[in-house]
């Protein structure tokens, strides 16, 4: 499995139409391309392309939401 730092990350942010959008999540990076609540590498305020472990707490939701996503490598962080 890919293991992904910070640096490379950041570069599947959704910034650009048609890329790729992950995020970390508890030492595992997540694709989100295909999820409808991920607009434009968006969720909410929270930006894809980085590690939303810490945001968790504050959501309306807990890390279930993750099972619906496919894990694509490891965070390096």
């Known amino acids: 499995m890919k293991k992904y730092t910070e640096e490379e990350l950041k570069k599947f942010d959704g910034s650009n139409a ?43 939701h807990d890390g279930d939401v993750m099972e619906e996503l496919e894990v694509i490598g490891e965070y390096e962080g």
């Open 18 to 60: 048609g890329d790729p959008i992950y995020f970390a999540y508890k030492g595992k990076v997540y694709d989100a391309t295909k999820s409808p609540l991920f607009v434009e590498g968006m969720h909410f305020e929270h930006y894809a392309g980085c590690d939303l472990t810490e945001f968790i707490d504050d959501a309306p």
